[in-house]
């Protein structure tokens, strides 16, 4: 059974501030991983995905793969109390398709 | 504008009832997908299908069916023997590419289901 674990929070982090959001997978042969963002009642939207091992950068996000340790993180700089939402980790099943499986989602608060 | 629609947006059955959400997609993508989401949980798969025609089990497909008859359309049906169906349903498309390693999923808007 594949899965993929998040802490589910809260992270609070004060307005300014790096937030860091961690994944971890159990399918070594994971080939790519994604992070949504949801806001409460909403549905998922894609932040970043990253399927090479070491930085990704966009913005004031950040994607850390490390496929040894089979880890993903998500970092947040200058985090805004828009940035409030939970984030969802999700990793690419191995074969073909593009099924992806969910971790539960860390509920990040940021707060002013 | 291109996008993927659900409807409704909350819905409520009585036990004992079906009831059929819908799911459209005007992104001309393969692959369609259900998800079943709970307060504070994670997303799980329902069903998927990657062509029309054909259509996958997930995780989770006891007490629910779907069919896929067209490439747009991929409705959910929950139907009674679903114990638990009070639930946020979303619907996702992507391309099918397998050699791709980064398929984005787009999600639907999402439907509330509530049994009363």
Known sequence: QKEVEQNSGPLSVPEGAIASLNCTYSDRGSQSFFWYRQYSGKSPELIMFIYSNGDKEDGRFTAQLNKASQYVSLLIRDSQPSDSATYLCAVKDRGAGNMLTFGGGTRLMVKP | ?116
Not at chain 2, 24 to 40: F, S
Not at chain 2, 90 to 105: F, G, K, P, V
């Open chain 2, 1 to 116: 504008d291109g996008g993927i629609t659900q409807s409704p947006k909350y819905l409520f059955r009585k036990e004992g009832q079906n009831v059929t959400l819908s799911c459209e997609q005007n992104l001309n993508h393969d692959a369609m997908y259900w998800y079943r989401q709970d307060p504070g949980q994670g997303l799980r798969l329902i069903y998927y299908s990657q062509i029309v025609n054909d259509f996958q089990k997930g995780d989770i497909a006891e007490g629910y069916s779907v069919s896929r008859e067209k490439k747009e359309s991929f409705p959910l049906t929950v139907t009674s023997a679903q114990k638990n169906p009070t639930a946020f349903y979303l619907c996702a498309s992507s391309i099918d590419r397998w050699e791709w390693s980064y398929n984005e999923q787009f999600f639907g808007p999402g439907t509330r289901l509530t049994v009363l």
